[in-house]
Structures are given as structure tokens and as C-alpha cells.
């Protein structure tokens, strides 16, 4: 199993960046995909998920109007659209997938796999 992401680096404060998760070993097209992320010194929390049908995506409320989460389901990705960056947005930002599909997990523990990472930095 792998989750492979990409698209992290250093932006500033209202700029964009677009993550996108690699998928492979598992059955992705069934599985919950979502990002959550991690801050120096803060507890990792989820940013957005979305179901296996692409339907009923969840965003943290802090995100909701400027992340949005999608997938391709033909090319086993999921990407996080980012835009109007803020400083508070800065961690890592991981990929993750649960296998048992349904509705989007709030726990970490839920999910079977993760990625390892990639930093997200909003400074000027």
C-alpha cells in the first residue's frame, strides 16, 4: 500500500497551492479519502474528506469556502484544492484512506492508511 503526496511547499499569505494524493494497493475507488494536517506542536486534525462517490465532502469549518477536496477515481488520486492561504495554515498535510468507505471518519484511528506527508508553509 501507498499514499504519495505532493504539491506541499512555501506560498504567501491569499496564494494557492493544489495537493494531490498518489493511491495504490488498496481498493481506492471504495475507500473514505481525506487530508488532515498537523502543526508544530498540535494534534493532527482533519481538513477535508470525501466519500467514494465523490458525494457529501466534509471541510473543517475553518477551511470551508477557500479548501476544496476531490478525487479521480479512473487514476486512484484525491487532491486538495487550497486557496486564500493563511498563515494558520501551515503544517503537514497528510494523506489518508479508510477502506470501509460509508461516511467521512472524524478519528485518526479510523483509517488504515496514511502517507507521509508534505509541508505546507503560508509566510510572506
Known amino acids: 500500500v501507498q499514499l504519495v503526496e505532493s504539491g506541499g511547499g512555501l506560498v504567501q499569505p491569499g496564494g494557492s497551492l493544489r495537493l494531490s494524493c498518489a493511491a495504490s494497493?488498496?481498493?481506492?475507488?471504495?475507500?473514505?479519502m481525506s487530508w488532515f494536517r498537523q502543526a508544530p506542536g498540535k494534534e493532527r486534525e482533519i481538513v477535508a474528506g470525501i466519500r467514494w462517490s465523490g458525494g457529501f465532502p466534509y471541510y473543517r469549518d475553518s477551511v470551508k469556502g477557500r479548501f476544496t477536496i476531490y478525487r479521480d477515481n479512473a487514476k486512484n488520486t484525491v487532491h486538495l484544492q487550497m486557496n486564500s492561504l493563511k498563515p494558520e495554515d501551515t503544517a503537514v498535510y497528510y494523506c489518508a484512506a479508510d477502506e470501509d468507505g460509508g461516511i467521512v471518519p472524524m478519528r485518526r484511528a479510523e483509517y488504515n492508511y496514511w502517507g507521509q506527508g508534505t509541508q505546507v508553509t503560508v509566510s510572506l
Open positions: 494497493g488498496f481498493t481506492f475507488r471504495r475507500s473514505v
